[in-house]
């Protein structure tokens, strides 16, 4: 429909009701939600672009897109010589390091600043969960969790174990620790926390300055790291010699 998805109206009618409420005549960093499918790429990327020239909007970001969507996205708009995105905002954390395989690779090698949505986990990684252990009051299940989903509470167990004793080691929350590796990451421009509480909020504003070593980097890379599926397991087999930086932000654990 003409009112849903990326459609043009759809696009500049949120973009005026977002001016609106923020009280501004522009904004900075204006980012499409989902991938849209049905609404073809040109209608949507000119939208923007009408948002861009009238100033209104200064630059264009994608969020939640698959690697090849968000290449065809850039190869459009560079064809048209319309506005490219210059962002990615991704779900990317040490529960769930998918993004590595494709999302932040691209990152790299065509110059997207990264925003990652829920670099906690939405909690998981804060050292509330253990194994063994119950949660606190009012804390979900772990097989409550849909966003993100857990696939693997054993191993999200293990990732939370080895936070724990590096934050102790450090004098700092295993939340902390979560939020420095990933900050940490290649291609990564900012992570995009929601605390409860001004105490929460304290506690992960500190993670900005909180610098890990390799040592302790990669007893956290080790313990979630993701499996070597293909076509990477034969790259990092036959094509060792090849690889580019984009392709080491993946590979590089899996060449020593």
């Not at 790299?108 to 050292?127: K, T």
Request: hydrophobic share 40%; with cysteine.
């Amino acid at each position: 429909m003409w009112n849903a998805g990326l459609s043009r109206h759809r696009i500049i009618s949120g973009c005026e009701a977002s001016l609106r409420r923020l009280g501004t005549d522009h904004i900075d960093l204006y980012q499409v939600h989902e991938w849209d499918g049905q609404t073809p790429l040109e209608e949507t990327l000119q939208a923007l672009d009408l948002l861009v020239a009238s100033g209104k909007v200064r630059y264009i970001g994608a969020s939640n897109y698959a690697s090849w969507q968000l290449m065809k996205a850039l190869g459009t708009a560079e064809r048209l010589g319309l506005p490219k995105f210059v962002s990615q905002q991704i779900y990317y954390s040490l529960q769930a390091r998918e993004a590595e395989y494709e999302l932040i690779p691209l990152a790299v090698d065509q110059g997207l600043g990264v925003l990652i949505w829920s670099p906690l986990a939405g909690g998981l990684l804060s050292g509330k969960y253990r194994r063994g252990q119950e949660a606190p009051p009012g804390s979900r299940q772990l097989t409550d969790w849909g966003e993100p989903p857990v696939y693997d509470q054993e191993r999200l167990y293990d990732t939370v174990e080895v936070l724990v004793k590096i934050a102790e080691q450090h004098g700092v929350s295993a939340a902390q620790v979560a939020l420095a590796y990933t900050l940490a990451k290649p291609a990564i421009t900012s992570l995009v926390i929601g605390a409860r509480t001004e105490e929460q909020l304290a506690d992960n504003l500190v993670a900005a300055s909180l610098v890990l070593g390799d040592d302790e980097r990669a007893q956290l890379d080790q313990v979630s790291a993701p499996p070597l599926i293909y076509p990477y397991w034969h790259q990092a087999k036959t094509a060792r010699d090849r690889l580019s930086p984009a392709d080491l932000t993946l590979l590089a654990p899996y060449l020593d």
